[in-house]
């Protein structure tokens, strides 16, 4: 590992982001303006508005981020520069972390925008700091950037990597608690959510919005959603071959 | 032998061992790859069998062939790219792939291997910088790069907006950043005027000369084999040949390495065609397959 070819790597990334207007426009304004219609849609009913607000405010950066990795890996791989970075003195390291570098920046903005505009402007009632709320939001776009590269091993166009979007996602996103309490799901889904990472991203928001300070299982949600981006950023360095038939 | 009175630079140092490898005590210089008894399996097929040869450093070195033969596969195999590389493969003095090479061994692949959404000086910045070329360095070294495939006016356009020429040129710049001591082109002039053919020829023979580079390029384009110093000719993925241009002109008796291969490949297909079927001495030459649209007159007028 470098820092210098990791922070080389991350300042072109974005630099790519900066030359693509419309992709940054739909990545801030669009959470924005759908944490919007969710508040008028639940309009007659705030406390609802509290804890979908806040979930959705996790889920976002983590699809978000999702789509923007598993769409640029699958052009490294494809465009050839892939391979040409692989042939030179650059780390696999070093090019995850300048992913998750660039597209953790993004996410910050991302998640501020929406978490100041739902929190100020929105009126989401937060028991909580907003900044542990911004903290989970970062910890699921992380998770979001780790899932993304993986998957793009496994698309050979980008019409699968979009696919694997719902695949991999919405899945997840029906059973982290959003639509129906995890608890109060048939049992074998509720197991099934207590192994899916998102639940656990939504679930800290959703401590954040309910507890003043930092809770045993807010911690604990953390580190799940961490150690699991961890797991996939580790599992897609093993895809990533200097060596291919 | 001259000796350049600048400060020794990686670069400067380099062509001086050079000059000295090549002129000094009479000794061979160690070849910049080495290969023996090569062998690479795509998919469950064969498509470099038992290749054996060198390659020397400090000259151009063209891997000619018809489309198909296995250029590109033996190219990724010197590069570390390819997967299922068995057999000895030396690149300088490191087994093929080594870390050691990264920096050393500059690739261009076939399709242009670039950021499509930077512009061709922002994509030599960042390969700059993973190169891990001195971060004072590496304007100058864009520059001159830029410079060296005739970009600058395009420097700042991004590069999906270039044409297909020019795009392959910023490919070709990237692999000449940090002056490698290994260049290996995978059909760098393809869809280039031929003034630019010309210009990156005379480019790749300058970087011979001044920094002692070895260069391994691949084309189908049997004219630019005269500007080699050494051929290989590949097809079906084996070896028909390995000498210079004017040696294979005259070993076949053919004016030109065009008809030099044409003729290799047609002794070839009689060798196989004798071997199986002994007592069939008659047998007619098998009609040679690829590049074989001008095969037949070709055939008539060199034999």
């Given amino acids: 590992m470098s820092l210098d070819r990791t922070l080389a790597t991350a300042r072109r990334v974005l630099r790519q982001l900066s030359h693509d207007p419309r992709t940054i426009a739909l990545m801030l304004v669009v959470p924005c303006v759908l944490l919007t219609l969710l508040k008028y849609v639940f309009d007659g009913n705030p406390r609802t508005f509290d804890s979908a607000g806040a979930s959705l405010l996790g889920i976002f950066p983590l699809i978000t981020m999702f789509l923007v990795t598993s769409i640029a890996t699958l052009r490294e791989r494809t465009s050839g520069t892939l391979e040409r970075l692989l042939s030179m003195p650059l780390g696999k390291g070093d090019l995850l972390a300048g992913y998750a570098l660039a597209f953790g920046a993004v996410a910050v903005v991302q998640a501020a925008l929406a978490t100041g505009l739902t929190v100020l402007v929105l009126g989401l009632n937060l028991t909580g700091s907003a900044w542990l709320l911004l903290l989970v939001a970062l910890a699921n776009a992380f998770l979001g950037t780790a899932l993304g590269l993986f998957v793009s091993a496994f698309a050979a166009s980008e019409f699968q990597a979009v696919q694997f979007m719902p695949a991999v996602l919405l899945p997840q996103i029906l059973l982290c608690g959003l639509i129906v309490p995890r608890g109060s799901m048939q ?29 045993g299982d807010f911690v604990r949600d953390l580190v799940v959603v961490a150690g699991s981006a961890l797991l996939a950023l580790a599992l897609g360095a093993a895809t990533l071959r200097r060596r291919t038939a | 032998m001259a000796l350049e009175l600048r400060p020794l630079t990686r670069d400067t140092g380099r062509a001086i061992i050079h000059h000295m490898m090549n002129y000094a005590g009479g000794a ?10 090569l062998r690479v399996v795509r998919g469950g097929r064969t498509v470099l069998d038992d290749l054996s040869f060198t390659v020397p450093p400090g000259r151009i070195t063209g891997l000619l062939g018809p489309s198909g033969c296995g250029k590109s596969t033996l190219m990724r195999a010197v590069t570390g790219s390819q997967a299922r590389v068995t057999g000895t493969l030396t690149v300088l003095g490191h087994p093929a792939g080594h870390r050691a090479l990264r920096p050393r061994v500059g690739y261009v692949t076939q399709a242009p291997s670039v950021y499509a959404d930077l512009t061709a000086r922002q994509n030599l910045a960042y390969y700059a910088a993973v190169l891990g070329l001195p971060r004072a360095e590496r304007a100058g070294h864009v520059e001159r790069t830029l410079h060296d495939v005739d970009l600058t006016s395009h420097a700042d356009v991004l590069a999906g907006s270039l044409s297909g020429g020019q795009l392959g040129r910023v490919s070709l710049a990237v692999a000449l950043l940090g002056t490698p001591e290994l260049l290996v082109l995978d059909e760098p002039t393809v869809g280039l005027d031929p003034v ?4 990156l ?27 080699c110093h050494r051929l290989l000719l590949l097809r079906e993925g084996r070896l028909l040949a390995d000498d210079t241009p004017a040696a294979l002109r005259e070993r076949t008796g053919t004016a030109t390495v065009e008809d030099a291969f044409l003729h290799l490949v047609d002794e070839a297909a009689d060798r196989t065609d004798r071997t199986p079927h002994d007592g069939s001495p008659g047998a007619a030459p098998r009609p040679s397959t690829g590049s074989s649209r001008s095969a037949e007159p070709t055939r008539k007028s060199a034999s």
């Avoid at chain 1, 509720?190 to 507890?211: E, F, K, N, R």
């Avoid at chain 2, 061979?28 to 008894?37: K, L, M």
């Avoid at chain 2, 480019?203 to 391994?216: A, M, N, P, Q, W």
């Fill in chain 2, 201 to 227: 020829w005379q480019l790749f023979h300058r970087l011979v000369e001044e920094h002692g580079t070895t260069v391994l390029v691949s084309s189908h384009v049997m004219d630019e084999a005269e500007r």
């Fill in chain 2, 28 to 37: 061979h210089p160690a070849p910049a790859v080495e290969a023996a008894d």
């Fill in chain 1, 187 to 215: 049992p074998v889904l509720s197991g099934l959510s207590d192994v899916l990472p998102m639940s656990y991203g939504v679930d800290g928001m959703v401590q954040v919005v309910h507890h003043t300070g930092v809770t």
């Fill in chain 2, 196 to 199: 630019l053919r010309r210009d």
